[in-house]
Nanobody
Framework: QVQLQESGPGLVKPSQTPSLTCAFSGGPITSTDHYWMWIRQPPGKGLEWIGYISYGGGTDYVPSLKSRTSISRDTSKNQFTLQLSSVTPEDTAVYYC????????????WGQGTQVTVSS
């Protein structure tokens, strides 16, 4: 069974740099044509794509967050990590990880989401 599981700090203070991790069980994250996405949904708003790390280790980020975002991976643990620096209350959201297949141009697996609340 394909499964993505996020983990994160829950509550963070402004200006901190939280890390969120997504562990994948269902094959190696280095599988060809797989892209590992981070997406968030602020309260009362729609989904916002944050960025991805590819099967080859390449990354791309949404321009509005690029200066504060880093996505990395640990292939030995089959997981990938999102770091978002200098957070503000506007970064409060449910954060999801997802698997995207390039040739299908489709997401085919999502995590259940993890809440990150930025508050002093």
């Amino acid at each position: 069974q394909v499964q993505l599981q996020e983990s994160g700090p829950g509550l963070v203070k402004p200006s901190q740099t939280p890390s969120l991790t997504c562990a994948f069980s269902g094959g190696p994250i280095t599988s060809t044509d797989h892209y590992w996405m981070w997406i968030r949904q602020p309260p009362g708003k729609g989904l916002e794509w944050i960025g991805y790390i590819s099967y080859g280790g390449g990354t791309d980020y949404v321009p509005s967050l690029k200066s504060r975002t880093s996505i990395s991976r640990d292939t030995s643990k089959n997981q990938f990590t999102l770091q978002l620096s200098s957070v503000t209350p506007e970064d409060t959201a449910v954060y999801y990880c997802a698997k995207y297949i390039g040739t299908l141009r489709a997401f085919n697996a999502w995590g259940q989401g993890t809440q990150v609340t930025v508050s002093s």
